[in-house]
């Protein structure tokens, strides 16, 4: 006699013998996704990994190594981010694979892999916006601030031979060719300052990014550039090029790189990070003898580039220390 089972039970046998047939069938759908994720993250650049790695640490606020959305929340906040109610539980929730209410390095690293791959799509995944907008600030004030050195070093080069007698000027008394040298620095420093601002999306003429101001103000990053704005710090840096210059040492002060190029941009695809590497060193070139011609235009009708980016920077982080 055949054997029969209670109805409950060949129910439940029934519900069990499809769920694993689903996995089955699933198990080269995910093998598939697997090969495409481990693909997709070997072409990330080490220099990126090391950038997630250190948000995941700036996020893990507790360090339990895991995101939770308490800390989450915490993060948004002090970058003047405020959550909807919900959002941020809902946010953990759609990375979070084991679900244990908090995200692991693991999940944070496949949900930036992911973000990396639909960004062209305009959609987030998780909370990456908001890692990639913490990251973000960070690289924009050191990028920031290594094209303005890159200016002041081409530009102290440039005119070094103006000011060769400028050690023998002990007593005071200054050429107004110096001067005029000075102001086209300032000219030109004003318009290599709103390109810049301009080019990594952290300000318009008047206004900065709140993000970006603090790290520039924690940083100091920007601090030597925005001096030599000012006369006499202008003049010490020439003197320190013409001393270089005259003792047969590397024409280059402690605080500048020689030559720099434009930094890198970070992407998470190395083909793509070349290729802007390119673009960006030919828009440099480029910029640097637009802002030269620009200001010289603007001298001979009569309208000098006046300074309002750079001394409306220089008076916020003013304010925002004088506050502390």
Not at 184 to 189: D, N, R, V
Request: hydrophobic letters at 40%; proline letters at 4%.
């Amino acid at each position: 006699t055949p054997l029969r089972l209670p109805h409950y039970l060949s129910v439940v046998l029934r519900i069990v013998l499809q769920q694993l047939l689903g996995k089955i069938m699933m198990m080269p759908q995910l093998s598939a996704r697997a090969e495409s994720y481990a693909q997709a993250r070997a072409e990330v650049p080490e220099a990126i990994r090391a950038k997630w790695r250190s948000a995941f640490t700036d996020f893990d606020l507790k360090h339990t190594g895991t995101i939770d959305a308490e800390e989450l929340a915490s993060v948004m906040r002090s970058m003047h981010m405020i959550p909807k109610p919900g959002e941020v539980e809902a946010m953990i929730a759609s990375v979070d694979h084991d679900g244990d209410r908090a995200v692991n390095y693991d999940e944070f690293e496949a949900m930036m892999v992911a973000a990396g791959r639909q960004r062209s799509h305009g959609s987030n995944i998780g909370f990456s916006h908001i890692v990639d907008r913490h990251i973000k600030m960070g690289d924009v004030a050191k990028l920031v601030s290594a094209e303005c050195a890159t200016f002041v070093d081409h530009f102290c080069r440039e005119h070094m031979n103006q000011y060769m007698d400028l050690l023998e000027h002990n007593n005071g008394e200054h050429k107004p060719a110096w001067y005029d040298i000075y102001k086209q620095f300032c000219e030109e420093a004003e318009l290599t300052m709103q390109n810049v601002m301009v080019l990594w999306g952290v300000a318009s003429q008047k206004s900065f990014d709140e993000d970006f101001l603090e790290n520039v103000e924690n940083s100091n990053l920007l601090d030597d550039f925005l001096k030599l704005t000012d006369y006499e710090p202008f003049l010490a840096r020439m003197k320190a090029y013409v001393e270089a210059s005259q003792s047969g040492l590397p024409v280059l002060d402690g605080k500048l790189e020689a030559c720099l190029p434009r930094p890198m941009t970070p992407h998470t695809r190395a083909k793509t990070q070349q290729r802007l590497a390119e673009l960006d060193q030919e828009l440099s070139a480029l910029d640097m003898k637009r802002n030269r011609l620009l200001a010289e235009r603007r001298r001979l009708i009569g309208y000098e580039v006046q300074p309002v980016t750079t001394a409306c920077l220089k008076h916020e982080l003013e304010k925002r220390r004088w506050k502390e």
